[in-house]
């Protein structure tokens, strides 16, 4: 599986802004699907997670409340809408399937992961 994420750019505190992750080569329908970021200096960390059905949707405390993932499996695409958004939301985010049909707060729990796609938020 090949995943691009895109959607990514330049905004003010309190925009919005929405990911995709679009799958090619083959399909990731039957594979739970995460959201994780990778701000600079920092740690990659987990941003949100959805199984292969899009039921259980899973967040972090940080953006709980502000963002929702969501998928469509007919367009083989997995979405991350983020509202408000703050400074602390800059990052590099990745998309990544899962080795199973469950997403996971884990890293190593997935086996694929896309290039990533710029987020920067302006105070």
């Known amino acids: 599986v090949q995943l691009q994420a895109s959607g990514g750019g330049l905004v003010q505190a309190g925009a919005s802004l929405r990911l995709s992750c679009a799958a090619s080569r083959r399909t990731f329908s039957n594979n739970g699907v995460g959201w994780f970021r990778r701000a600079p200096g920092k740690e990659r960390e987990f941003v949100a997670g959805?199984?292969?059905?899009?039921?259980?949707?899973m967040y972090s405390d940080s953006v709980k409340g502000r963002f929702t993932i969501s998928r469509n499996r007919a367009e083989n695409t997995v979405y991350l809408q983020m509202n408000g958004l703050k400074p602390e939301d800059t990052a590099v985010y990745y998309c990544a399937a899962a080795r199973s049909a469950f997403a996971s707060t884990t890293k190593n729990q997935y086996s694929y992961w896309g290039p990533g796609t710029q987020v920067t938020v302006s105070s």
């Open positions: 959805i199984a292969w059905n899009g039921d259980s949707p």
